[in-house]
């Protein structure tokens, strides 16, 4: 009888994120990448919203409650309403925002040089191609 040796994989042991917000209209994105980022850890309470427009409520409304914005924030860029782009005018040079403890990482389908040009003129840690998954989060995040 042959033995079968199993590998026990020690989870991944980020710095602390308590809020994540992930800002997307595919509804199945956003189902995706919460459970990618529950299974890595990453995060104590997952937001989602689906699209800019009401994640700058999401965000306005932490800030009006005092409550700590989000540490990390997974943006699309092509939605209906307000694109991640408008989000990122709005909300990065917004008074009430202070983003400044915040990760934004854009997050597209789209390969085009022009979108992670542009991307590259707002305060973003990052432009992550989908979808999301263990490999980037562990390129992209600190850990202890």
Known sequence: MEQQSTMVTKPEKWQQI?????????????????????KAGVGKDIITANNGQQALEILQAFAAE???LPELIFLDIKMPLMDGFQFLEIATKSAELDLSRTKIF?????FLSKDKDRAKQYPVAGFITKPLTLEILRDILPSD
Do not use: A
């Not at 308590?18 to 529950?38: E, G, R």
């Not at 854009?106 to 789209?110: A, D, L």
């Open 18 to 38: 308590n809020v994540v917000l992930v800002v997307d209209d595919d509804d199945n994105w956003c189902f995706v990448s919460k459970k990618i980022l529950q």
């Open 66 to 68: 005092g409550k700590k």
């Open 106 to 110: 854009v997050c597209s389908s789209s």
